[in-house]
């Protein structure tokens, strides 16, 4: 697996290629140039974790034949103040599903993806306390 970076500007401004070709844009934050123009490296770790957990759930929902409307995963991430450098010491991790999904087999599917399938969550694992909520929302 390869990611490729590339600046854009002459501040702190890259835009990555990951090997399947798509594209991220990437900035940092604006006390060291950053000019909003991408996600900042820590949003995107969280951003990972919670694709790599959603892309989890989705699978184990559809191999558990719930039908799910919308998926939402919301990842609040509290870095260590002041510390350089300032890693995640918490990291929430909320599901939200719509649709006619048993709140059981919800409950069992994040479980499965927080404790035993996501890569994120295992690296993140040694450095930040890790946990998870999850609800089933009346259907739209």
């Known amino acids: 697996m390869r990611v ?39 949003e995107l770790v969280l951003t990972a974790l919670g694709a790599c957990s959603g892309i989890d759930v989705a699978t184990i929902l559809a191999k558990q034949r719930q039908e799910v409307e919308a998926i939402r995963v919301t990842v609040d991430g509290e870095r260590e103040p002041g510390k350089e450098p300032s890693l995640f010491r918490s990291i929430a991790v909320r599901f939200e599903v719509s649709g006619r999904c048993n709140p059981d087999k919800l409950a069992q599917a994040v479980n499965l993806s927080m404790e035993k399938y996501c890569s994120v969550a295992r690296i993140l694992e040694p450095t930040a306390a890790l946990s998870w909520s999850h609800a089933v929302l009346p259907a739209a």
């Open 4 to 42: 490729v970076l590339e600046r854009r500007n002459q501040a702190v401004h890259f835009v990555a290629t990951t090997e399947s070709g798509a594209t991220v844009a990437i900035d940092g934050a604006p006390a060291i140039g950053g000019q909003g123009l991408g996600a900042r490296p820590m």
